[in-house]
């Protein structure tokens, strides 16, 4: 075998293995209990207020496109805006999703669509609701801040993977006084969201919304599976931290092999 | 010279949004989305012609007609009742995009992070990566109840361990953004007013 990423492969089928266990349990019927997110949380009061208002739920499922390391984070998105329409539609609020990739349009106008249908108010469907605006990200970024801003919108819920237009597009929401719930995997665009917005979602707990926002028991159990490989880092962190305390680097080397 | 004067427009335009959403900024950012639409067709049209036609038409490389056509399935929502046919390239980019990205995710991701973390707790230094790495793990670790002690002391800690590091964050991100900012008065007072030496 390939030198070097020995280690890497049993750790693959450590994270892999736990992953598939969870799920195959979640199938046969075992419910996962999941800590409570509180921006989650947050986007039923969100979505009542912009309804109390009379005013538009402005929703982006952030500027990545469905490939890539990046691809997980837009899909967390789309789970969310099925919860956040499904909410919107049974409401009678108004929707607004704003997007950056043409590969994400279909998807997310699918997910708003069938939201609507599970809601029973298919006729409140606004085709138009779903838009896509510019592939260029600070094109994106500056009509998304004029439509918030024009629109007034009482609710901005930025969930997806966000770059350097996340500050200029949350800032925009607080210029216009709307209740902002923003999630971001990518670290660092975390702290701006967490200077602008009411609620935000850390790196994974963006994921976790998309699995709890999706109610699937299928995606519960890959979270589950995915905090046994944090326990694997743990675990593998505290006995290398004490070897190397007691002067052992045989960790350290083990995982080169 | 043109160029100048219309990029210093486009700048002052977007810039008056600190102000207030206006007509002005409106105007170009209309300007800004349809140029944005205009560039994405072109870079798109060349790329289909030197990755597709030109192979085609000049060396007979005929392969290339099945990225061409799994391309052209994307179109076929536009027809009701043939809208399953654009699920296919669509599950192809998901499917091929996530078998890529897994090579090298376990390594630069996990392994190599947890390495760099393998130090003795011999000064207050280490000390503070350690337990600041441990605690944000606890953070994330999501299948508990709420009611967990350990886990809610330590998620807590883990917080402001985060905000602590989002903080430095944010700052150098600032100290980025104003070098941009300086980098368009520059600009402005520069290259278009000619004010600056």
């Known amino acids: 075998m390939k030198s070097g990423v020995m280690f890497q492969f049993f750790s693959l089928l450590i994270v892999a293995g736990a992953i598939i266990f969870f799920i195959q349990k979640a199938r046969s019927g075992t419910t996962n209990q999941i800590r409570t997110i509180a921006g989650l949380e947050a986007i039923e009061e969100a979505v009542g207020r912009a309804t109390e208002m009379g ?3 402005h929703f982006s499922p952030g500027i990545a496109g469905l490939n890539g390391v990046t691809a997980a984070q837009t899909f967390a998105g789309l789970e969310t805006l099925g919860m956040v329409s499904k909410l919107v539609a049974r409401y009678g609020a108004k929707i607004f ?8 349009l279909p998807l997310a106008e699918e997910v708003v669509r069938q939201a609507y249908m599970a809601e029973g108010a298919i006729e409140a469907y606004d085709e138009d609701c779903v838009q896509y605006l510019s592939s260029q990200q600070f094109a994106y970024a500056a009509a998304v801040m004029g439509i918030i801003q024009r629109e007034k919108a009482a609710a901005n819920i930025l969930l997806g993977g966000f770059w350097a237009e996340s500050l200029m597009i949350a800032e925009a929401g607080f210029h216009a006084g709307a209740i902002q719930i923003a999630g971001s995997a990518n670290i660092t665009q975390v702290p701006f969201f967490v200077a602008a917005c009411d609620y935000v979602l850390i790196g994974e707990e963006l994921y976790a919304a998309g699995a709890i926002a999706s109610g699937n028991p299928v995606k519960l159990g890959s979270i589950a599976g995915q905090d046994i490989s944090k326990l694997y880092a743990m675990i593998l962190l505290v006995i290398g931290v004490l070897a190397a305390s007691a002067g052992s680097d045989f960790l350290y080397d083990l995982m080169i092999k | 010279m043109i160029g100048t004067w219309l990029a210093a427009i486009g700048t002052l335009g977007l810039m008056s949004f600190a102000i207030k959403e206006n007509p002005f900024y409106r105007f170009v950012e209309h300007v800004y ?23 085609m038409v000049e060396s007979a490389d005929y392969i290339k007609i099945i990225p061409l056509i799994v391309g052209l399935l994307l179109f076929a929502r536009f027809f009701k009742g043939q809208m399953w046919l654009s699920r296919y390239p669509l599950a192809m980019l998901v499917g091929i995009g996530t078998g ?23 000064s207050i230094n280490n000390i503070i990566i350690v337990l600041g790495v441990l605690t944000v793990l606890m953070f994330f670790y999501f299948t508990r109840k709420n009611t967990n002690p350990l886990f809610n002391t330590s998620s807590r800690i883990g917080r402001y361990v985060m905000m602590i590091a989002f903080g430095a964050l944010f700052g150098n991100a600032v100290m980025g953004r104003m070098s941009l900012m300086i980098g368009r008065v520059q600009f402005l007072l520069g290259d278009w007013l000619g004010l600056l030496g």
């Not at chain 1, 999703?97 to 994400?104: A, K, T």
């Not at chain 2, 944005?36 to 990755?51: D, F, I, N, P, R």
């Not at chain 2, 890529?100 to 011999?122: C, D, E, F």
């Open chain 2, 33 to 55: 989305v349809g140029i944005g639409a205009a560039h994405s067709v072109v870079m798109g049209w060349e790329s289909l012609q030197t990755k597709a036609i030109t192979p």
């Open chain 2, 100 to 122: 890529l990205t897994i090579k090298g995710t376990i390594g630069a991701q996990i392994i190599n992070q947890v390495r760099a973390t393998l130090v003795p707790l011999n």
């Open chain 1, 97 to 104: 999703v704003s997007i950056r990739q043409p590969i994400v």
């Open chain 1, 55 to 57: 005013r538009m739920v």
